[in-house]
């Protein structure tokens, strides 16, 4: 007779994720250095060319702060809601000629809903960026979706990681967040997330005890993130 495989046990079947909550640019889409050659462009006009102490300010970071960042650093007569709107129309420009996934993020992103594993999308870019992106890698991958427009505080205030994991009826404490920058790291963080941190630029991460430090999602598989899911809050 053939010999019949084993039944998996509970303690043999890898454990899944409850749900995995990924940021957008510089995440799953190679937008982030578009963000910054739309910051860089402006502040070039404002005759205060970008330097690497900005990083912080920019990448990240929601329309509106990178836009007083650069009026007052800039010193500019142009008030800061006309600063965040040119910042807008630039980068949204950007977006739509080109957004590129990034690598391994449409598989794992397939994985997971094979596994029917609840998934959203949490940026702190508006609505209308967000929804390019969304045109472009698909729509159906996730189930709640959430703009800079969709909280009263975007990152790194906890606020957005809060409401997509309330709008999946999850606890924010058996969720993953995947990120790829300091100021998304620290919303979900904040929010009581476990963090898969995969830095798309040169910027340092911060250290935690429930956040995993990865080069890139191709790494990333469901047991990993079953696995952070797991791990108790500290």
């Known amino acids: 007779m053939p010999e019949t495989a084993m039944p998996e046990t509970p303690e043999t079947v890898p454990a899944l994720p409850s749900a995995v909550l990924f940021d957008m640019d510089g995440t799953l889409v190679d937008t982030e250095q578009l963000w910054w050659q ?18 912080p300010e920019v990448l990240g970071q929601a329309v509106e702060h990178t836009a007083a960042h650069l009026h007052k650093v800039s010193g500019t007569t ?7 709107a040119r910042l807008g129309e630039s980068f949204a420009t950007k977006v739509a000629a080109e957004t590129v996934p990034r690598p391994g993020a449409l598989a794992l992103l397939a994985a997971l809903r094979a596994a029917r594993v609840p998934t959203a999308l949490v940026s702190a870019s508006p609505r209308r960026v967000v929804d390019l ?31 997509a994991a309330e709008r999946l009826g999850l606890d924010p404490a058996v ?14 963080t904040a929010a009581g997330c476990a963090v898969l941190a995969v830095p798309s630029t040169a910027v340092p991460m911060p ?28």
């Open 133 to 163: 992106v969304l045109s472009a890698i698909g729509r159906d991958w996730f189930e709640v979706t959430l703009a800079a427009e969709d909280t009263a505080r975007t990152k790194p205030a906890p606020d957005p990681y809060l409401a």
């Open 78 to 84: 142009l008030g800061e809601a006309e600063l965040a």
């Open 207 to 234: 250290d935690g005890d429930r956040i995993t430090l990865l080069t890139s999602l191709e790494q990333v598989d469901l047991a990993l993130l079953g696995k952070l899911c797991a791990a108790p809050a500290v």
């Open 38 to 55: 739309a910051a860089a462009e402006l502040a070039e006009e404002l005759n205060r060319p970008l330097t690497d102490q900005d990083a």
């Open 175 to 188: 969720c993953v967040a995947v990120e790829d920058t300091p100021t998304g790291v620290a919303s979900a």
